[in-house]
């Protein structure tokens, strides 16, 4: 099992439309976790950070981790077509853990 | 520059050439990491460097694979005797050592082994 599990989707929604993205991890020890969103042909930028369990809200963005499950997830609301991009979750220990570890990535299409 | 800056963006080489790639973090960012993305792959953990801490190499696929970090700040990530399944995107991130690990990343270096 590898540690961190992302669904690569791809995944086509229309404008407007909530969009659920999930990862599940497999290491208890994880406190620190993150969305990336990544262009075509661009690097990963972060989108939202959470520290261990709970909800974090930002414009249209939700960012929930629940710990319990090994499970976190980002919705987008009102989704745009701008939104479409691949979403990267990762996460950490934290501390002096140098590397992030990553999910592969869900294509999301946002279609007008 | 107020992002993290790469070079190369894109280079293409011959099977069995080495390749040099450069990162320069932000302006004191201290942690420096070289990621690997491979098309329809996840990002892949190549090397930490933190500070004045012995590098966390524990990522870098074979011998041909090293990097290093002059001055704290510019890093270059080399690829001697290349293959094939070099080919991928290579990316740099810079952070803070602060709690979460936020990084940063640049654009890239498109790397084709041909």
């Known amino acids: 099992q590898k540690e961190v599990e992302q669904d690569p989707g791809p995944l086509s929604v229309p404008e407007g439309a909530i969009v659920s993205l999930n990862c599940t991890y497999s290491?208890?020890?994880?406190?620190?976790f993150m969305w990336y969103r990544q262009y075509s042909r661009k690097g990963p930028e972060l989108l939202m950070y959470?520290?261990?369990?709970g909800n974090k809200e930002d414009g249209r963005f939700t960012a929930q981790v629940d710990k319990s499950s090994k499970y976190i997830s980002l919705f987008i609301r009102d989704s745009q077509p701008s939104d479409s991009a691949t979403y990267l979750c990762?996460?950490?220990?934290?501390?002096?853990?140098?590397?992030?570890?990553f999910g592969k990535g869900t294509k999301l299409s946002v279609k007008p | 520059g107020a992002g993290v800056s790469q070079s190369p963006s894109n280079k293409v080489t011959e099977k069995g050439k080495d390749v040099e790639l450069r990162c320069d973090p932000i302006?004191?960012?201290?942690?420096l990491y070289w990621y690997r993305q491979s098309l329809g792959q996840g990002l892949e953990f190549l090397i930490y460097?933190?500070?004045?801490?012995?590098?966390?190499k524990s990522g870098l696929p074979s011998d041909r694979f090293s990097a290093e970090r002059t001055g704290g700040s510019v890093s270059t990530l080399t690829i001697q005797r290349t293959q094939q399944e070099d080919s991928a995107v290579y990316l740099c991130?810079?952070?803070?050592?602060?709690?979460?690990?936020?990084?940063?990343f640049g654009e890239g270096s498109w790397l084709t082994v041909v």
């Open positions: 991130a810079s952070s803070l050592l602060m709690a979460g690990n936020t990084i940063y």
């Open positions: 290491n208890s020890a994880f406190q620190y």
């Open positions: 302006s004191g960012h201290t942690a």
């Open positions: 959470t520290y261990s369990s």
């Open positions: 990762a996460m950490s220990p934290g501390g002096s853990q140098g590397n992030l570890i």
């Open positions: 460097f933190q500070g004045n801490s012995a590098p966390d």
